[in-house]
C-alpha cells in the first residue's frame, strides 16, 4: 500500500465512517428492541481521535499508528416510546445518507490520489 500522509489520512477518514455505518446498522437493527437506546459518534472528535495516533517523520513515512477504537455515546434527547426505546428510523435514514456521502467522498478522494501517484510513476520522471 502506498504510504503517504494523504492516502493515511484518506484510510483514517473511511475507518471513522465504516465505524459510525456500523452503529447505524446496529440502531436500524434494534429498532423493536425495548429498551434500546440509540447510540452514535461523534464524526469530527472521532476523526481528530484517529489522527491523533499517527506521526510522519518528515518523509511521509508513518512512524507510529495507535489502533483506532470509536467511542460511541448513547444519544440523549430523543423521543423515547412506551417501551423505553429512542430509535428513529428517520434520524437513522438520514444519517445513513450522510454517512454513504462522505464515504463516497473519501473513496473518490482516495482514487483520485492513487491517480495522481499513478501518473507520477508513468511519467517516468521524463521531463518535457
Not at 471513522?16 to 461523534?42: F, Q
Request: proline share 3%.
Amino acid at each position: 500500500m502506498i504510504d503517504d500522509p494523504m492516502t493515511e489520512a484518506l484510510s483514517r477518514f473511511l475507518d471513522v465512517n465504516v465505524a459510525r455505518h456500523k452503529l447505524i446498522a446496529a440502531n436500524l437493527a434494534n429498532i423493536d428492541t425495548p429498551g434500546y437506546r440509540t447510540r452514535d459518534l461523534d464524526f469530527r472528535a472521532e476523526l481528530a481521535r484517529a489522527n491523533l495516533g499517527s506521526e510522519w517523520d518528515g518523509t511521509g513515512a508513518t512512524l507510529s499508528y495507535a489502533a483506532y477504537a470509536p467511542v460511541a455515546r448513547t444519544v440523549r434527547g430523543l423521543l423515547q416510546r412506551p417501551d423505553g426505546n429512542n430509535v428513529s428510523v428517520e434520524r437513522e435514514s438520514l444519517l445513513l445518507a450522510e454517512t454513504q456521502m462522505k464515504f463516497n467522498l473519501g473513496v473518490q478522494l482516495l482514487k483520485d490520489e492513487f491517480k495522481t501517484i499513478s501518473q507520477a510513476i508513468n511519467s517516468g520522471g521524463a521531463s518535457s
